[in-house]
């Protein structure tokens, strides 16, 4: 996978991309039935790199702390 290549929505399978909107970036996908990710729930920060860090980022992904 590519750095800026954006993992499908975790919410509904969707796929997503990003899109900047005046000095933010934001997530969005393309919504199946009942997605969770609609309007004031994308995430959004100033920088494009964190972002699709972040959005890819799943629990399967974490470091385990024991």
């Not at 009942?34 to 729930?41: D, E, K, M, Q």
């Amino acid at each position: 996978m590519e750095t800026n290549e954006l993992k499908p929505c975790p919410f509904c399978g969707g796929y997503a991309f990003v899109q900047k909107v005046k000095d933010q970036y934001t997530v969005h996908c393309y919504h199946k039935s009942n997605c969770y990710l609609v309007g004031s729930r994308a995430p959004r920060l100033n920088i494009e790199d964190v972002l699709i860090k972040e959005w890819n980022r799943r629990v399967s992904n974490e470091k385990k702390t024991d």
